[in-house]
């Protein structure tokens, strides 16, 4: 499952979180929703957001359980963006972004089974500028429900189809 933006949109992003390392990844948990950091993949955004993991931790517990997430972004802007995951293990493409800081990091190696990548496919993205508070834009996947989603205020809505 992979959705397209369109690539103003995606360059826009691109530009605003590809030099934050980490984010905060939101999940939800029977208790209620859970944030913790994680180090964003050095890869270039394409729509979706990539994050190491292993199976046996909670987040994977409770991904498997609501693929509803929110990963947060702050440097020089602040960015959240809403999406949906997916457990990938492939080996190919976790070699691919692993690294030794993941090594020391994750105390293990790429080709570990209980290791995974958590794909996060974005449907909506919302940033504010610092020093700009006017500059508010949110952009919205309809790729569910096909509604349309009015901005109020400051915020500005930017229609993107799948294709």
């Known amino acids: 499952m992979s959705n397209k933006l369109k690539q103003e949109e995606i360059e ?11 984010a905060m990844l939101t999940t939800k ?3 209620g929703l859970v944030s913790r950091p994680m180090k964003t993949q050095e890869v270039e955004f394409d729509g979706d ?3 190491f993991t292993k199976k046996q931790t909670s987040k994977y517990e409770e991904i498997s359980h609501d693929s509803d997430v ?5 440097g020089k802007s602040y960015v959240s963006v809403r999406g949906k995951t997916e457990i990938v293990e492939d080996l190919a493409k976790k070699k691919e972004y692993w690294s030794k ?5 994750m105390q293990t190696t790429y080709d570990d089974p209980d290791l995974v990548l958590i794909k996060i496919i974005a449907e909506a993205a919302e940033y504010w500028e ?3 508070i006017t500059k508010n834009i949110a952009f919205l996947y309809k790729r569910m429900t096909g ?3 009015k901005s109020i205020d400051i915020n500005e809505t930017v229609e993107l189809n799948k294709k």
């Open 130 to 132: 610092t020093g700009s």
């Open 70 to 74: 929110n990963v947060a972004y702050v």
């Open 49 to 51: 957001l990539w994050f």
């Open 29 to 31: 948990s029977e208790e």
């Open 101 to 105: 800081a993941h090594e020391k990091i």
């Open 12 to 22: 826009t992003l691109r530009e605003l979180i590809k030099n934050i390392d980490i």
């Open 147 to 149: 509604q349309s989603s």
